[in-house]
C-alpha cells in the first residue's frame, strides 16, 4: 500500500515542504529509507519501529520503502518521524487509507521509543510553510504548539503521543483547542535591569542612547570595574519593544538553533548576545555542513556584546565586517546555502592596554609602548571604521561609589527608552518609502538627501577628516551618528554642534603618540 504524507525540512532559517512518501509491499521484510536522509532521520527506523510496536500495532513483516521528495534535496532532523510511522501504520489500516487529511495537513513530529511525540527544532518556520504550502493546519508536538501558533491563518493540532495523534485523525477523539501565543498588542517586560543603577559614566550613557535610537555600533575603551560590561548590559532596557513582526523573525532564528524552551510562545525581549572570546569563526558567524545560525544572528534585532574585543581570535573578528555592512551573512557551502538575517546593535568593550591601566590616574600602567600598540592593532582599521561610536570609560571617582548622595544617576531607562521611541519615529517617516529602518543603515545617496550641511558643518567635517586622518567610511559614519542626535532633538536640520559630538565619539581615529 502506498501512502503520501505532507511536512516539511529546514534549510537554514527556512523551512522547505518535504513530501514522506511510504511504500508497504510484498517481499522480503526490509525498511529502507532514500532521499538525502541526514544520519538522524536514518536511525528513525528504529525509534519508529519500537514505537509502533509499543503503542499496540503490529509492525508489518514487509518490504518498507519510505522516499523523502524531492530526492535531490538534503534533509535533516528528527520532524519526519511522525510522518513516516502513519505512513507506515495507514498501510495496514483501510480506515486511514480513506482519510483526506494526509492531503490537507502537515505533520512533523520526533518519536520516542514509547510512542510519545517529542518537540523538535524550527516549529514556527515549518508552520510557515505548511501556510505557504496550502494546507488547512498542521499536526505537531504539544510542546511546540505555542511557538506555532503564532501562525493564525492555519490549525494547530497539538498531539501528544502516536495513539492521540492516530484517534484524532480517525476522528475518536476532539481535537485540543488552539495554544495561546504572543498577542500583536503585548507590551514588553520591564527589564529588571536600569541605567538609574548605574552612577556617573553620563557620557557613556549619551552615547548608549544614540547607539540605541539610530542602531550605531559601540566600543567602550577603559580601565577593569570601569563599568564597562554594566553599561553594555543595560541597552536592552532603551530599546524599544519588539514588534509582532520582529518578534516572529527572532523566534524563527532561535527555533532552527533549538533555544525555545519547551511551551515557550514567541519571544517577547530583545536578544542579548555575549559570547565568550574563545569562541570559533563558525559559531559566531554561522555555518557548518548544514548552514546554522551563529551568534551574529542570534543577535538579530538586538545587541551582540564583545567584551574584552581584543582577545578574540582575529580570524573571528574580521568576518564581522561584512555583516556589519550589509546586515545579513551568506553562507555557501558545496551542499547548501543559506543567508542568515544579522540586523543588531554591536557593543564592544577593551581595556586600553593589556594590563588595563594605561591613562589611569590611581593606578601605575606596566606596559611599554610596543606592548600597547600591539594589543590595540589586535583590532584592524578597516573593522574599527565600521564602529561608531568610541567611548572612553574612566574608573568612577571613589566618592560617587561610597557616597550615593553624591553619586549622579542620571535618568531612568524609562525616561531614555522614550526619548529613543521619539527618535525612531522620526526615522521611520523619513524612511517610509525605504527599505531601511535606522540611520546606521543610510546609504550614500540617502546621507546627501537627508544630511544636508551648512558651510559652518562643512567646514567643522573637513579640519576632523584633515586633522584626524579620517577614512571616507568615518566620514559617513560620523553624518550617521549625527543625524541620529538630531533626531533626538527633533530637529531636521543637522547643525555644527552635532556634527562635533559626532566626531568627539571617534577618539580612537586619533593619532595617539607614546
Known sequence: MFTTIKSASLAGIKALPVEVEVDVSRGLPNFVVVGLADNAIKESKERIRSAIKNCGFKFPARRITVNLAPADLRKEGTALDLPAALGIIAGDHKELQKTSIFNDYLFCGELSLDGRVKEIRGALPIALAARESGCKGIFLPRANAAEAAAIAEIEII??????????????????????????????????????????????????????????????????????????????????????????????????????????????????????HHTISDVALIGGGTQPRPGEVTMAHNGVLFLDEFPEFRRSALEVLRQPLESRQITIARAQAQAVFPADFILITAMNPCPCGHYGDPFHECICSASQIQRYRHKISGPLLDRIDLHIEVPAVPTTELINPKQAQTGDSSKKIRNRVIKAQKIQRKRLKNHSRRNNAALSDRDLKKFCNLNQECRNLLQTAMDRLGLSARAYSRILKVARTIADLQARSEINSADIAEAIQFRSLDRRITF
Open 158 to 275: 497539538a498531539v501528544e503521543n502516536l495513539l492521540e495523534t492516530l484517534d484524532i485523525i480517525l476522528e475518536k477523539c476532539p481535537r485540543p483547542s488552539r495554544p495561546k501565543t504572543f498577542s500583536k498588542t503585548e507590551k514588553q517586560a520591564d527589564n529588571q535591569l536600569d541605567f538609574a543603577d548605574v552612577r556617573g559614566q553620563n557620557q557613556a550613557k549619551r552615547a548608549l542612547e544614540i547607539a540605541a535610537a539610530g542602531n550605531h555600533n559601540l566600543l567602550f575603551v577603559g580601565p577593569p570595574g570601569s563599568g564597562k560590561t554594566m553599561l553594555a548590559q543595560r541597552l536592552p532596557s532603551i530599546l524599544p519593544t519588539l514588534t509582532f513582526e520582529e518578534a516572529l523573525e527572532t523566534t524563527i532564528i532561535h527555533s532552527v538553533a533549538g533555544l525555545i524552551a519547551p511551551g515557550q510562545g514567541l519571544i517577547k525581549d530583545r536578544p542579548f548576545r555575549q559570547p
